[in-house]
């Protein structure tokens, strides 16, 4: 069958329109847009709970190859003393100091007491390597904790991740405010280098479109980033515990799922203080970091991975490349719809540029750093197809200057 370049052309208004048409759609959905006004530093603002008030707290800190950040990151957790009955930092078979680098941090100040260092030498093949840290410092953590458990909370946090002095402050005043029963904070992570301003941005703005945050803190699918995690242990322990979702790799995400199937209330927000310190100054840290959880992300099955993948493919890159097709046919309709929903999905991913630190006209790459976004989903899907094992992320440089 001969296809002529009408029926082409034809075609591709269709397909031009419909990308368009998604994106109005889009445009006119408020609780698709960039949630700037849904964050921990804003529902805080009017309250200022007092240590113990809404129960205790246990941090633990998973951490590998860690020695060079924990200096900084550290001392903000033990200052926060309290308000935390014990932090476990978790060290999984690092290579460098970490170990010593936790203890003489706490050695001789008044947070001595306070620090526990859980050291494991083997982990356990049925489980992420990652979710058996966190595991072993919950168990450590919770050892001689007696109490209500409803009114015990377990903070999990990585060791990268630098906690303003008021943190507790904040997290305490989100339960305060209403029924919750995990807390999930979506930090800022450092965009600072060209590879962090192409595709950090992506990353965050893909991960909150696929579950816009108001959404999933309300009736919503369910989503957590792994960064912070502030959880109930009453509702934790009636989720099945960390062993209920001990071989997944997005456990922040998995955990969410569990507790809300458990008939437990989740949240999942913003907070503009609360940081990464973790750089990705190349292409190949980046596709790590993403490939790491995308095929999770994007929702844990084939067929919406294969859904997200067909999606980025028609909301992100069809509509410039029919804005030039367009011009180079002098078409006007396809032209037109391709510039509508170029224009529209670059004004939605603005908001998350400027958030995170980006130049502004990064969000004309938007084209660009989606099709190598949707490679990274396509890569974690692939080892999810062979079985192949997550290791921990190896040691990457980090900002010590922020």
């Known amino acids: 069958m001969n296809i002529s370049l009408e029926q082409v052309d034809i075609g591709l208004r269709i397909a031009s329109s419909i990308a368009a048409g998604v994106w109005i759609l889009i445009a006119l959905d408020r609780l698709r847009w960039w949630p700037s006004q849904w964050s921990l530093h804003l ?8 240590p113990n008030e809404f129960g205790e707290i246990v941090a633990v800190v998973p951490a590998r190859n860690e020695a060079s950040v924990l200096p900084r990151t550290l001392p903000r957790l033990l200052k926060q003393r309290e308000w935390l009955r014990s932090i476990v930092v978790v060290d999984d078979r690092s290579r460098d100091k970490t170990v010593s680098s936790a ?5 001789g100040t008044p947070a001595e007491g306070h620090l526990q260092v859980e050291k494991i ?11 058996y840290a966190m595991q072993r410092g919950y168990e450590v953590a919770t050892a ?10 377990v903070l999990f946090t990585d060791a990268d991740i630098l906690h303003p002095a008021f943190c507790m ?5 989100k339960v305060g405010a209403g029924e919750v029963d995990m807390i999930s904070v979506m930090v800022r992570v450092r965009s600072r280098s060209f590879w962090e301003w192409l595709l950090i941005p992506t990353y965050v703005y893909l991960f909150q479109s696929i579950r816009p945050f108001r959404r999933a803190s309300s009736t919503g699918r369910p989503s957590a980033a792994s960064y912070v995690i502030l959880v109930r242990r009453s509702a934790l322990e009636e989720a099945g515990g960390l062993e209920a979702v001990r071989g997944d790799t997005a456990v922040g995400l998995a955990l969410a799922r569990a507790i809300r199937s458990s008939g437990g209330r989740c949240w999942i927000g913003l907070d503009p203080d609360i940081r990464s310190l973790r750089t990705y100054d190349s292409y190949a840290a980046i596709q790590d970091k993403v490939s ?21 493919a028609v909301l992100f890159v069809l509509p410039p490349a029919m804005m030039i097709y367009g011009a180079v046919r002098f078409d006007l309709i396809t032209g037109i719809t391709g510039a509508i929903g ?10 998350v540029v400027q958030y995170l630190g980006a130049p502004s006209g990064m969000t004309l790459a938007l084209p660009l750093s989606a099709g190598l976004t949707g490679w990274m989903l396509l890569r974690s899907t692939m080892r999810r197809i062979t079985g192949r094992k997550q290791p921990w992320r190896e040691p990457t440089e980090m900002d010590l200057t922020a």
């Open 342 to 351: 170029w224009i529209l999905g670059m004004a939605t991913y603005l908001p």
């Open 292 to 312: 790491r959880t995308a095929f999770e992300n994007a929702g844990g099955g084939y067929f919406r991975a294969l859904m997200a993948l067909l999606t980025m």
């Open 121 to 131: 030498t083997e982990t356990d093949p049925d489980w992420s390597p990652k979710t």
């Open 144 to 153: 001689d904790w007696d109490g209500d458990p409803s009114r015990q909370w």
């Open 103 to 107: 203890v003489r941090l706490a050695d």
């Open 169 to 173: 402050t904040r997290l305490m005043a």
């Open 43 to 50: 529902d805080a603002a009017a309250r200022e709970p007092r």
